[in-house]
């Protein structure tokens, strides 16, 4: 199997690990608002492995195949590059946050995991959905708005 095989498997499943980051992270807020504690804690872990799994995964597809230019189709490659740049600055500052909101929580130190969370779960969440947006934007929009100028 090709290293490009390989990438376009990893790029959907990058998409699905973020998504299942986000449903996670979602759900273990409701949980949370709902006061069910244990629901909360799977949900984060959950969301935490899923982002690793995913980090692990990206790291293998840039390996194997590189960047990936947006074609240039104006506007939408503006939007693309801004969504891409937050997104990268974001996942960034969202690691060492969400480790140590994460390890707050499992010491018990409730107070300041939850100060701290309420800055991590926002861009933990934007990393997440924008994750998304990017694969959705490189892979499936970009070749419909301009098929030969896209080879990703």
């Keep these: 199997m090709s290293a490009e095989s390989i990438g376009r498997i990893l790029a959907p499943l990058n998409a699905l690990l973020n998504a299942t980051s986000a449903a996670l992270l979602f759900s273990g807020f409701v949980a949370i608002k709902q006061r069910n504690i244990e629901a909360h804690r799977r949900r ?30 104006g506007v939408v490659r503006t939007i693309y590059l801004v969504i ?35 800055i991590t779960f926002p861009i933990w969440a934007y990393v997440s959905v924008t994750g998304i947006v990017v694969y959705l934007m490189l892979y499936h929009l970009a070749p419909a708005l301009a098929p030969a100028a896209h080879a990703p």
């Design 84 to 118: 891409l740049a937050t997104h990268t600055l974001l996942a960034m500052v969202a690691l060492p946050l969400v480790i140590v909101t994460l390890r707050l929580g499992r010491q018990g130190r409730f107070e300041k995991h939850r100060k701290l969370a309420k």
């Design 44 to 73: 984060m872990q959950g969301a935490f492995i899923a982002s690793g799994v995913f980090l692990v995964s990206y790291v293998a597809r840039f390996a194997l195949t590189g960047t990936h230019r947006f074609p240039d189709v």
